[in-house]
């Protein structure tokens, strides 16, 4: 099995690094910090490639793709993990950066980790992409409308990809957690219900790719809190949501 992880030098990227590894796959893995990035492929046993590389940066995905398919060949597995998040408010302008920050992340990121080994996929007759979106993007948050707008464009965009390559043999997968023990959500001072560690999220973020789910929640809990989100009217969730905690700001 050949995967390719981005955002792979902590949490979920991290711990899915370390389940395929358990699996025996031969893995590429993205990460932007290069000591934490080594640091996790130090820890694997096995045939391993990693790619010091920002996901804005289109060029860079090119060339670790192609790297990665003459050592391994074409991928059986594309997870675009990478994500940033913040607490934004858009009266603040020195919030603007980390706003396009977090769109070309989350958005853009997803479409330059995908887009460069289309072409072999294709080529091969099949593969997965799988993209990790969130229940964020379900609706929008107070304080984090930056990153609520960037999860619900990577799940329409996912959604959009599946439709175009259906009949190609290419599963996409759209992947929304709640949340999950990693650094992201270390800096968070509120309640987060159903809190998961990665290693079991990626156990089954694993599962749902091996199935070729076409959109899933997780944990279940989520799930049906994530319906119920969708079902509330505006007047509803506006009363709801604007005393609800913030994500802090970067300062």
């Not at 192609?66 to 913040?86: E, L, R, T």
């Not at 979106?133 to 707008?149: H, K, N, T, W």
């Not at 599962?207 to 119920?228: D, F, N, T, V």
Request: proline share 6%; charged share 15%.
């Amino acid at each position: 099995m050949k995967v390719f992880i981005t955002g792979a030098s902590s949490g979920i990227g991290a711990a899915l690094a370390r389940h395929y590894a358990a699996q025996g796959a031969q893995l590429g893995l993205t990460g932007r910090h290069s000591e934490r990035l080594q640091a996790v492929v130090s820890s694997l046993s096995c045939d391993c490639t990693a790619y010091v590389l920002d996901v804005r940066d289109a060029a860079a995905l090119h060339q670790a793709a192609q790297d990665f398919m003459q050592k391994y060949g074409p991928p059986d597995i594309v997870i675009a993990n990478a994500g940033v998040s913040s607490g934004t408010l858009t009266e603040h302008e020195e919030d603007l950066p980390a706003i396009r920050a977090i769109f070309d992340t989350n958005v853009l990121g997803l479409v330059y980790t995908f887009q460069p080994f289309l072409a072999a996929m294709h080529k091969q007759g099949g593969g997965s992409l799988a993209g990790i979106a969130s229940v964020a993007g379900l609706r929008g948050l107070p304080g984090a409308g930056a990153y609520s707008a960037s999860k619900a464009a990577a799940i329409a965009y996912l959604e959009s990809l599946r439709v175009e390559l259906a009949g190609s043999g290419i599963a996409v997968t759209t992947i929304c957690p709640g949340y999950i023990r990693t650094p992201m959500t270390d800096v968070n001072t509120y309640p987060m219900p159903f809190l998961m560690d990665a290693d079991i999220a990626a156990a089954k973020i694993a599962h749902l790719i091996e199935k070729k789910r076409r959109y899933a929640i997780m944990p279940w809990q989520m799930g049906l809190i994530g319906r119920l989100m969708k079902l509330i009217p505006a007047p509803v969730w506006d009363w709801a949501m604007k005393n609800a905690p913030h994500k802090p700001r970067l300062q």
